[in-house]
Nanobody
Framework: VQLQASGGGLVQPGGSLRLSCAAS????????WGWYRQAPGKQRELVAA???????NYADSVKGRFTISRDNGKNTVSLQMNSLEAEDTAVYYC??????????????WGQGTQVTVSS
């Protein structure tokens, strides 16, 4: 089982990017997805999360600018990022709380995708 993230890149301040993450392999279900980011010299932080039922949670710094969504049937999650700021520059990681057929939950991480906001 693995996660593949995509969609990072270089964007000017005020611009938009959309990150996507897909899970592949034998997956019974995914309880929740999350997007995290880590800027140079800083700890990894939660940006946004979404449960299987669609409940969402956002870091205060991105509320109103970022939107997380998921497709349960396709085991994918997306992060729409609007009004990007230089402070959003970081490596973004997707995370999935994967459930096995034996109903054991574990954390799965994607490889990270770089987002750079700069003029």
């Amino acid at each position: 089982v693995q996660l593949q993230a995509s969609g990072g890149g270089l964007v000017q301040p005020g611009g938009s990017l959309r990150l996507s993450c897909a899970a592949s392999g034998r997956i019974f279900s995914i309880n929740a997805w999350g997007w995290y980011r880590q800027a140079p010299g800083k700890q990894r932080e939660l940006v946004a999360a979404i449960t299987s039922g669609g409940s969402t949670n956002y870091a205060d710094s991105v509320k109103g600018r970022f939107t997380i969504s998921r497709d349960n049937g396709k085991n994918t999650v997306s992060l729409q990022m609007n009004s990007l700021e230089a402070e959003d520059t970081a490596v973004y990681y997707c995370n999935a709380k994967v459930v096995t057929q034996r109903l054991v939950e574990y954390d799965l991480w994607g490889q990270g995708t770089q987002v750079t906001v700069s003029s």
